[in-house]
C-alpha cells in the first residue's frame, strides 16, 4: 500500500496564507497540513508517499525531506510545471506510473481529517473506496449517491445539486483507496480518455463520475460517523478548520468568540446561546418558506411600518414602539441618548455594562445577595443615578422581580426624575402565574420616565432574525434612537415574521408554557447531581454553582471536547471570578436529558 497526495495548486482563495507557499504548508490548530498527512500516513503503515507538487514545489519539498528524514516513509516527488494551467485531473496524470504499481491511498492537500481515518480506509474490506460524509448544509462540491449496499451508484456535480434530494446525499471527502488491479484496468485508462477529450483543465472525480455511469458495483462507500474532517479553500474554511481541531481552552475560546454559526460545526449542542426550543410551529416555518423568494427579491419596509407591525404585535400605539436589529441594536442605540450615570446590577447581560461609554456606570453587587434581585438595593441605587437598568429576569442568574415590586421601582424612579430601562427579554419564560409584561400602553402612557426593550430573537425562537423592540411614551426619546439608525435596519424576513406573528399567539403561549414547564422539571434533575448548587430561575436558563473542587473552565473545555456540549464558563464575568459557576441554556427535553446524562457521569 502506498499513498500519493496531490499537492500543486496556487491556493489562491487563501491569499496571504498562500503567499509564496504551498497549500498544505497552512497552519490549522498550529500545527501544519502536511505534517498532519505524513503523521497519518505513518499510523497506517504505509512505506511510500508519492506527492505531486506544483506552486512552491521545492520549498515543499525541501520541507517535506529535512522534517522527516528520519521517517520510515520513503518520499516520491512528482512535479506539475503546468500548475498553474490545469486542474488536479492533469496532476493525478502525472503521478499514474506510480498510481499503477501498487495500491494507493489518494488524498488531497487542502483536507484535514482525523489521523485515524487513512489506517480506517486501508483497513476496509473493501478494495476500491470512496470516503463520504452524510450531506450538511456547510458542505460544498460533488457528492454522491449509494445504493443499499454502500456502493456508489453516482457521482453528483455542483451544478446537478437537487436540495429536495439532500438528504439522500454523501459528500465525497476526498480520501480513495484504489486497487492495484483498479488503477491499471479501469481507472488510468479512462483517466487518459478523459483527458484527450476533455482537457487538463477538470477534476479526476469527473473521471469516476464516468466509470460509475458504467458499472455502480466497483467503488464501496466508507461512510464517516463521528471523525472530524474539513476542507480548506478559503480564509473562512480556515477559521473553522482552526476551531474544529483546536483543543483545549483555545477551542473553547475560539467557539465562544464566534457568537454562533454553530451549524458549521456537526454534533455540537448549545447550551450557551439562549433561545425558545418550542416556538416557531412547523406551520409557520411553512409559511415563510412558501413565501422564501419573494422575500429574498424584495426590499424590506422602512421604520415606519415596522413600527406598525410591532404595534400591532403587542398591542400598543405605532408611536410608542421601534424595531430594532436585535434587542442589541437598540441597547447600544442607547449609548447616543442616555446622559449621567447609569445603574445596574452586576452580574448582568454584558451589553448593558459595556455601551453606555458616555456614561459613568454605579452597580449593586448581587452576589452579596446569593446572586439575587433585591427590590431594596435598586429602589435606593435608582436615588444615586440618572438611569437605572434592570433584567428580569436576570441575566445569567434567574432572578425575578415581582410586578408588584417592580411597579413600586418603577414609581421611585418615577418620583426622583430617574430614567428606567426595564428589560424583559426572558420573561415570556416565567411561570403562567407570575408572568406579566410592561409593553402595554397604559402602564408606559403612566411612567413616562420608562423604557421596555424586549428581544424577540431569544423569546420567540427566531435569532436568525435579528429582531427586537424598545416601548416607551417618550416619543422625542424613540424619535432621537431612531435617527440613529438605518432605514432599512430589518430584513424582509423579519418584517414578514412581524406580519405574521399575530396568527400564532396561542402557539407562542403554549410554547412558553412548554419550556416554563421544562425548564422546572430539568431544575429538580439538575439538583440531583451532587457537585451542582442549582439556582431558582424564572428564564430559560439555569445558574449552577460547581461543588466538590470542579472548575468551570475545565468543565466547559471537557464537555465540548469530549462530549459537543457547549456550556457558558462565567469564570471571567464580572463577581464570578475565582469561583466556579456554569450557566445552562434550558433546551427540549430530549436535548436536556442528554445533558443530564452527560454531567451525571462525571459523579
Same mark, same amino acid.
Given at each position: 500500500?502506498?499513498?500519493?497526495?496531490?499537492?500543486?495548486?496556487?491556493?489562491?482563495?487563501?491569499? &496571504?496564507?498562500?503567499?509564496?507557499?504551498?497549500?498544505?504548508?497552512?497552519?490549522?490548530?498550529?500545527?501544519?497540513?502536511?505534517?498532519?498527512?505524513?503523521?497519518?500516513?505513518?499510523?497506517?503503515?504505509?512505506?511510500?508517499?508519492?506527492?505531486?507538487?506544483?506552486?512552491?514545489?521545492?520549498?515543499?519539498?525541501?520541507?517535506?525531506?529535512?522534517?522527516?528524514?528520519?521517517?520510515?516513509?520513503?518520499?516520491?516527488?512528482?512535479?506539475?510545471?503546468?500548475?498553474?494551467?490545469?486542474?488536479?485531473?492533469?496532476?493525478?496524470?502525472?503521478?499514474?506510473?506510480?498510481?499503477?504499481?501498487?495500491?494507493?491511498?489518494?488524498? +488531497?492537500?487542502?483536507?484535514?481529517?482525523?489521523?485515524?481515518?487513512?489506517?480506517?480506509?486501508?483497513?476496509?474490506?473493501?478494495?476500491?473506496?470512496?470516503?463520504?460524509?452524510?450531506?450538511?448544509?456547510?458542505?460544498?462540491?460533488?457528492?454522491?449517491?449509494?445504493?443499499?449496499?454502500?456502493?456508489?451508484?453516482?457521482?453528483?456535480?455542483?451544478?446537478?445539486?437537487?436540495?429536495?434530494?439532500?438528504?439522500?446525499?454523501?459528500?465525497?471527502?476526498?480520501?480513495?483507496?484504489?486497487?492495484?488491479?483498479?488503477?491499471?484496468?479501469?481507472?488510468?485508462?479512462?483517466?487518459?480518455?478523459?483527458?484527450?477529450?476533455?482537457?487538463?483543465?477538470?477534476? $479526476?472525480?469527473?473521471?469516476?463520475?464516468?466509470?460509475?455511469?458504467?458499472?455502480?458495483?466497483?467503488?464501496?462507500?466508507?461512510?464517516?460517523?463521528?471523525?472530524?474532517?474539513?476542507?480548506?479553500?478559503?480564509?473562512?474554511?480556515?477559521?473553522?478548520?482552526?476551531?474544529?481541531?483546536?483543543?483545549?481552552?483555545?477551542?473553547?475560546?475560539?467557539?465562544?468568540?464566534?457568537?454562533?454559526?454553530?451549524?458549521?460545526?456537526?454534533?455540537?449542542?448549545?447550551?450557551?446561546?439562549?433561545?425558545?426550543?418550542?416556538?416557531?410551529?412547523?406551520?409557520?416555518?411553512?409559511?415563510?418558506?412558501?413565501?422564501?423568494?419573494?422575500?429574498?427579491?424584495?426590499?424590506?419596509?422602512?421604520?415606519?411600518?415596522?413600527?406598525?407591525?410591532?404595534?400591532?404585535?403587542?398591542?400598543?400605539?405605532?408611536?410608542?414602539?421601534?424595531?430594532?436589529?436585535?434587542?442589541? +441594536?437598540?441597547?447600544?442605540?442607547?449609548?447616543?441618548?442616555?446622559?449621567?450615570?447609569?445603574?445596574?446590577?452586576?452580574?448582568?447581560?454584558?451589553? $448593558?455594562?459595556?455601551?453606555?461609554?458616555?456614561?459613568?456606570?454605579?452597580?449593586?453587587?448581587?452576589?452579596?445577595?446569593?446572586?439575587?434581585?433585591?427590590?431594596?438595593?435598586?429602589?435606593?441605587?435608582?436615588?444615586?443615578?440618572?438611569?437605572?437598568?434592570?433584567?428580569?429576569?436576570?441575566?445569567?442568574?434567574?432572578?425575578?422581580?415581582?410586578?408588584?415590586?417592580?411597579?413600586?421601582?418603577?414609581?421611585?424612579?418615577?418620583?426622583?426624575?430617574?430614567?428606567?430601562?426595564?428589560?424583559?427579554?426572558? /420573561?415570556?419564560?416565567?411561570?403562567?402565574?407570575?408572568?406579566?409584561?410592561?409593553?402595554?400602553?397604559?402602564?408606559?402612557?403612566?411612567?413616562?420616565?420608562?423604557?421596555?426593550?424586549?428581544?424577540?430573537?431569544?423569546?420567540?425562537?427566531?435569532?436568525?432574525?435579528?429582531?427586537?423592540?424598545?416601548?416607551?411614551?417618550?416619543?422625542?426619546?424613540?424619535?432621537?434612537?431612531?435617527?440613529?439608525?438605518?432605514?432599512?435596519? /430589518?430584513?424582509?424576513?423579519?418584517?414578514?415574521?412581524?406580519?405574521?406573528?399575530?396568527?400564532?399567539?396561542?402557539?407562542? &403561549?403554549?410554547?412558553?408554557?412548554?419550556?416554563?414547564?421544562?425548564?422546572?422539571?430539568?431544575?429538580?434533575?439538575?439538583?440531583?447531581?451532587?457537585?451542582?448548587?442549582?439556582?431558582?430561575?424564572?428564564?430559560?436558563?439555569?445558574?449552577?454553582?460547581?461543588?466538590?473542587?470542579?472548575?468551570?473552565?475545565?468543565?466547559?473545555?471537557?464537555?465540548?471536547?469530549?462530549?459537543?456540549?457547549?456550556?457558558?464558563?462565567?469564570?471571567?464575568?464580572?463577581?464570578?471570578?475565582?469561583?466556579?459557576?456554569?450557566?445552562?441554556?434550558?433546551?427540549?427535553?430530549?436535548?436536556?436529558?442528554?445533558?443530564?446524562?452527560?454531567?451525571?457521569?462525571?459523579?
Amino acid at each position: 500500500m502506498q499513498a500519493l497526495m496531490l499537492a500543486a495548486g496556487m491556493g489562491k482563495r487563501l491569499g &496571504k496564507y498562500t503567499k509564496g507557499s504551498a497549500k498544505c504548508m497552512v497552519e490549522v490548530a498550529g500545527e501544519k497540513l502536511v505534517d498532519r498527512v505524513i503523521e497519518a500516513v505513518e499510523q497506517a503503515g504505509i512505506e511510500r508517499f508519492i506527492i505531486v507538487t506544483g506552486h512552491a514545489g521545492e520549498e515543499l519539498r525541501s520541507y517535506i525531506e529535512e522534517k522527516f528524514k528520519d521517517s520510515s516513509i520513503e518520499f516520491v516527488f512528482v512535479h506539475n510545471s503546468n500548475y498553474d494551467k490545469s486542474n488536479n485531473i492533469y496532476s493525478l496524470y502525472m503521478a499514474k506510473e506510480y498510481l499503477e504499481q501498487d495500491d494507493t491511498i489518494l488524498l +488531497e492537500s487542502d483536507l484535514i481529517f482525523d489521523k485515524n481515518i487513512v489506517k480506517n480506509v486501508v483497513q476496509y474490506p473493501s478494495e476500491n473506496v470512496v470516503t463520504v460524509a452524510k450531506y450538511e448544509p456547510w458542505m460544498d462540491g460533488t457528492v454522491t449517491l449509494l445504493t443499499e449496499e454502500d456502493y456508489i451508484k453516482e457521482f453528483v456535480e455542483k451544478k446537478d445539486f437537487k436540495f429536495k434530494r439532500k438528504g439522500e446525499y454523501y459528500k465525497t471527502v476526498n480520501i480513495y483507496k484504489f486497487s492495484k488491479e483498479f488503477s491499471q484496468k479501469t481507472y488510468v485508462p479512462f483517466l487518459e480518455a478523459y483527458i484527450k477529450s476533455y482537457g487538463t483543465n477538470e477534476y $479526476y472525480e469527473l473521471v469516476l463520475k464516468a466509470i460509475s455511469h458504467l458499472s455502480c458495483s466497483c467503488l464501496k462507500a466508507y461512510k464517516l460517523s463521528n471523525e472530524k474532517w474539513y476542507e480548506i479553500d478559503d480564509a473562512q474554511d480556515l477559521d473553522i478548520a482552526n476551531t474544529l481541531f483546536s483543543k483545549g481552552e483555545e477551542k473553547l475560546k475560539l467557539f465562544q468568540k464566534r457568537f454562533g454559526g454553530y451549524w458549521r460545526f456537526e454534533g455540537v449542542k448549545d447550551y450557551c446561546y439562549l433561545v425558545n426550543p418550542y416556538f416557531p410551529p412547523k406551520r409557520m416555518v411553512s409559511q415563510m418558506k412558501d413565501n422564501y423568494l419573494e422575500l429574498l427579491t424584495q426590499y424590506p419596509s422602512g421604520m415606519y411600518v415596522q413600527s406598525i407591525n410591532a404595534g400591532r404585535m403587542f398591542g400598543v400605539d405605532e408611536s410608542e414602539i421601534l424595531v430594532g436589529n436585535g434587542a442589541a +441594536e437598540i441597547i447600544n442605540g442607547l449609548d447616543t441618548i442616555l446622559q449621567g450615570s447609569v445603574g445596574v446590577t452586576i452580574p448582568t447581560f454584558n451589553e $448593558y455594562v459595556r455601551c453606555f461609554r458616555n456614561c459613568t456606570l454605579e452597580t449593586i453587587d448581587s452576589s452579596k445577595n446569593d446572586y439575587r434581585l433585591s427590590k431594596e438595593a435598586l429602589i435606593e441605587l435608582s436615588k444615586r443615578v440618572d438611569n437605572l437598568v434592570i433584567v428580569n429576569p436576570d441575566n445569567p442568574s434567574g432572578s425575578f422581580i415581582k410586578y408588584e415590586d417592580l411597579i413600586e421601582i418603577i414609581e421611585a424612579c418615577e418620583a426622583r426624575g430617574t430614567k428606567i430601562i426595564i428589560d424583559e427579554s426572558f /420573561i415570556d419564560f416565567a411561570n403562567e402565574e407570575v408572568r406579566y409584561t410592561l409593553i402595554d400602553s397604559k402602564i408606559l402612557n403612566k411612567y413616562k420616565n420608562l423604557m421596555v426593550i424586549k428581544s424577540i430573537s431569544k423569546s420567540y425562537g427566531v435569532p436568525g432574525l435579528r429582531l427586537g423592540v424598545i416601548a416607551s411614551s417618550d416619543k422625542e426619546l424613540l424619535q432621537r434612537l431612531k435617527a440613529a439608525m438605518a432605514v432599512w435596519n /430589518i430584513n424582509s424576513f423579519g418584517e414578514y415574521f412581524l406580519q405574521i406573528i399575530t396568527l400564532y399567539e396561542k402557539d407562542y &403561549k403554549a410554547a412558553c408554557n412548554l419550556i416554563a414547564a421544562e425548564r422546572n422539571r430539568f431544575i429538580e434533575e439538575l439538583k440531583n447531581i451532587s457537585f451542582l448548587k442549582v439556582y431558582p430561575s424564572q428564564a430559560n436558563y439555569v445558574l449552577c454553582e460547581l461543588k466538590d473542587g470542579f472548575k468551570s473552565k475545565e468543565m466547559a473545555i471537557e464537555l465540548l471536547e469530549k462530549d459537543n456540549v457547549l456550556i457558558k464558563d462565567l469564570g471571567e464575568k464580572t463577581t464570578f471570578e475565582g469561583k466556579e459557576f456554569i450557566r445552562l441554556a434550558v433546551r427540549d427535553e430530549e436535548d436536556n436529558n442528554y445533558l443530564l446524562n452527560v454531567l451525571k457521569a462525571y459523579e
